[in-house]
């Protein structure tokens, strides 16, 4: 029986579990009602900063919790936030930002410029585009409580896009204590300024997260989109209900005991349309890039041979349908990068993603110099996505020729671990799985998974000063032609030295019960706007 098949099969078993009742959810707190939104994360919150990492677990908790000085909206533009004007001097070397009045954090002290200016340069230590800046910094500092300067030896156009990006990590504003944290050390202290304030003492990893309404937050006038505009709260409390088997949660949500599921599965789509109470809906039409990331640090992936021929043999058609099953509406392959169906997609050096050639695999190997080296797979089994990825990706290094070490965790581990530079049988790592949003994908500036910048790359730390000269073109290009040429150029080089391997590109579903409204499509979980009757 193959891999996707046995999924299917035992997938079925649980929808109709699901469908009888017979899953019981977790014990949830009493008292829910109209004022209490009860929400399904698409994974466990096990730590809690979003500088540290880039999990979108984490990514979306903070939206919640920590305000941003822009935010970009449903059109992907920056939009003032936290900002109440800015300017720019005409040679493009200093910006100077005035804070809009009444920003208070959660302990009741006003957000001041100098909370602004430690959490940017803790934000700009970590974030592809922040180092970018930081690269470019003279002086950042405030001027006075409300207003801080930005000065840069060479203009960078896209600074206001790099302050409002909705992908991991975020540029969010905390209290100067707590943005002087080492940025390679976690936070332990969670205060913000944003629409809701965690409640602490109520988190219990691997079960439960709290948010509370802020009382003192006041929403900008706009209408809200995305991660601009008036962030309006219209319930009291948020909570996160930890459910990673599948048909828990579908139980759960048709019984009314959760209001909102972030990543149902495709399986048990059918099973929720045909409850009257439940609505289902595609949770982001820019949908998500599936990613096989790869250590270059250690062997064999420091063999840029090796990770060709894992390129070489797999079949992006075997990891969309491990995941989404029959639905061809809901997945396409991907030679490349970027997301489809945008200005700068392109296929250059792609025909690699279209062999699925295990004999030319195994070749490559070979000539890699493969000792046989165990590989060790780190794969989340509490994340539906990274399950399914795990299980082909298992069978495929098998068929190809290496030794698999195949280490079944949970998601906050694999963030936790992924971080690690040790070698792999030191705690370290060969390969995991992980997905990127549409969003984040449409070029290279907010695309943290494409950069090779070595050290300061992602996880992988993917090293090739071809590929960094070809973002380098495309942050300079002067029109949209040189845009599109300096991607290509991107497009190639990168799955040339393999900066990572595209496992194809798909879309996610959605669901919550039809007494909540506000529910908006995006790469994240918008909690403003959102309202609940009954």
């Known amino acids: 029986m193959s891999l996707v098949t046995d999924r299917r099969t035992v997938l079925k078993g649980l929808g109709s579990a699901a469908a009888a009742g017979s899953f019981a959810a977790p014990a949830l707190s009493q008292g829910a009602n109209a004022r209490t939104l009860r929400f399904v994360p698409q994974a466990n919150l096990a730590n809690f900063d979003p500088i540290w990492g880039t999990q979108y677990v984490v990514r979306n908790a903070a939206a919640y919790v920590w305000d941003t000085l822009y935010g970009v909206d449903e059109k ?21 930002f005035r804070l809009r009045p009444g920003l208070k954090f959660h302990d009741g002290e006003p957000v001041l410029a100098k909370d602004v200016v430690a959490s940017m340069v803790r934000w700009s230590a970590r974030d592809p585009m922040g180092l970018m800046i930081r690269a470019l910094q003279r002086e950042i500092a405030a001027v006075d409580d409300r207003t801080f300067r930005w000065v840069l030896s060479k203009p960078y156009p896209k600074m206001l896009l790099a302050l ?20 390679f ?42 991660l ?24 759960a949500l048709q019984n009314g005991e959760v209001d909102w599921w972030e990543s149902p599965i495709s399986d048990l789509v059918p099973l929720l349309r045909r409850n009257p109470n439940v609505s289902v809906d595609i949770a982001d039409p820019l949908g998500n890039i599936g990613a096989f990331r790869m250590n270059t640090l250690h062997p064999p ?25 029959d639905d061809d509406k809901l997945w396409k392959p991907l030679p490349g990068y970027f997301t489809p169906d945008t200005p700068l997609y392109n296929e250059e050096g792609g025909d690699v993603l279209k062999m699925g050639n295990i004999a030319a695999a195994k070749k490559l190997l070979a000539e890699s110099g493969y000792k046989g080296e165990p590989v060790v797979c780190v794969v ?11 299980e082909v990706t298992a069978d ?31 705690g370290g790592w060969n390969m995991f799985h992980t997905w990127h949003a549409g969003a984040d994908c449409i070029n290279p500036a907010a695309y943290t998974a494409i950069r090779a910048n070595g050290d300061k790359a992602w996880f992988g730390w993917p090293d090739s000063p071809k590929v960094e000269a070809d973002i380098v073109e495309w942050f300079d290009a002067k029109s949209l032609e040189e845009e599109k040429t300096a991607m290509k150029k991107l ?18 579903y959605q669901a919550w019960r039809k007494n909540v409204e506000g529910v908006v499509k995006g790469p994240l979980p918008f909690a403003w706007g959102v309202s609940k009757t009954g």
């Open 491 to 508: 497009n190639g080089d990168a799955l040339d030295y393999v900066v990572y391997a595209p496992t194809g590109f798909f879309l996610s």
């Open 76 to 96: 992907l533009q920056p939009q003032r936030q936290m900002v109440e004007r800015e300017e720019v001097s005409a040679d493009g070397l200093t910006w100077t």
């Open 228 to 251: 601009a505009g008036g962030k309006r709260i219209l319930v009291d409390r948020v909570e996160w209900v930890i459910m990673p088997d599948p048909a828990t949660a579908a139980a």
């Open 164 to 183: 409002a990006k909705n992908n991991a990590p975020c540029s969010f504003v905390m209290p100067e204590r707590i943005a002087q944290t080492d940025p």
């Open 396 to 426: 495929l290094l098998k068929k190809i020729g290496f030794n698999v070490d195949f280490v079944a965790t949970d998601w906050g581990t694999t963030g936790q671990r992924r971080a690690m530079k040790n070698p792999p049988g030191q």
């Open 301 to 325: 992936f420091d063999n840029v041979k090796a990770r060709r021929a894992v390129l070489t043999g797999m079949s992006q058609e075997d990891y969309m349908r491990a995941l989404v099953g």
């Open 185 to 226: 050390k976690q936070i332990t202290e969670f205060v913000g300024s944003g629409p809701m304030r965690f409640v602490r003492d109520e988190w219990v990893p691997g079960a439960r997260a709290v948010f509370a309404k802020f009382a003192d937050y006041v929403p900008r006038d706009e209408k809200a989109s995305w």
């Open 380 to 390: 989340a089994q509490d994340q539906p996505i990274t399950k399914a990825f795990g």
